[in-house]
């Protein structure tokens, strides 16, 4: 069989979102298109989060992210299982873990709430653009659903975390030669099906692409 090669598979995340919402019963996943107006990406569905009013009362973006766009880590926890006679016959997964790491660059409420660990919509804008909120000194971070979505061309990538928390989060600096950045990392935690995430792909060029023979 000859070598298949086909360059519309190879991609490039142009641009992208991030969603969050509180945590819902359900684990559907919301939908997100290319409007295409404007050419913006814009949910279209809120999926379990829906019961009431639209997506976007639902979801609120991160908004602008630093140019290094965003860092998605997959790693596995393995044990070997090791024979006598044949030395390793078998590796185990014992964990996984699944993150997205980004700088977010615009000093929202919703971002405010992610780096501080405080539940999506608890920091509520009063007249005159103020707001307030406090930091405790022994709490836990509030579990939240995020839901990424990443462009390149006609192509979409939706990855949903029905289940997710920031488990790390970086210095930001405060000075008069740089933006202030809020560096945060998003864990899956897994939500009642044991699934840590899904990814959905709506793109036009997987028409070509070669499956494997049943």
Do not use: C
């Amino acid at each position: 069989m000859a070598a298949n090669f086909d360059s519309d598979l190879v991609k490039v995340a142009t641009t992208g979102v991030m969603f969050v919402a509180k945590k819902a019963d359900g684990v559907t996943a919301p939908k997100a298109e290319i409007n295409t107006t404007t050419g913006a990406i814009e949910l279209v569905a809120a999926g379990a989060y829906a019961k009431e009013g639209s997506a976007a009362d639902k979801w609120s973006t991160l908004g602008l992210f630093n140019d290094d766009g965003v860092e998605h880590e997959f790693s596995e926890d393995t044990e070997d299982v090791k024979s006598w006679q044949s030395g390793t016959v078998r590796t185990i997964i014992t964990g996984r873990d699944l993150t997205l790491k980004f700088g977010a660059l615009e000093s929202s409420p919703r971002v405010l709430e992610a780096f501080y660990g405080l539940e999506p919509g608890s920091v509520k804008i009063e007249d005159g653009g103020k707001a307030s909120f406090k930091i405790a000194a022994n709490a836990k971070r509030e579990p939240f659903a995020a839901f990424f979505v990443i462009r390149d061309g006609d192509m979409l990538w939706t990855m949903h975390m029905p289940n997710a928390q920031v488990s790390e989060v970086e210095s930001p600096k405060f000075s008069s030669g740089q933006a202030i950045t809020w560096g945060m990392t998003v864990k899956a935690l897994g939500d009642a099906n044991g699934n840590l995430a899904t990814w959905d792909i709506t793109d036009p060029s997987l028409n070509g692409a070669l499956e494997l023979a049943a």
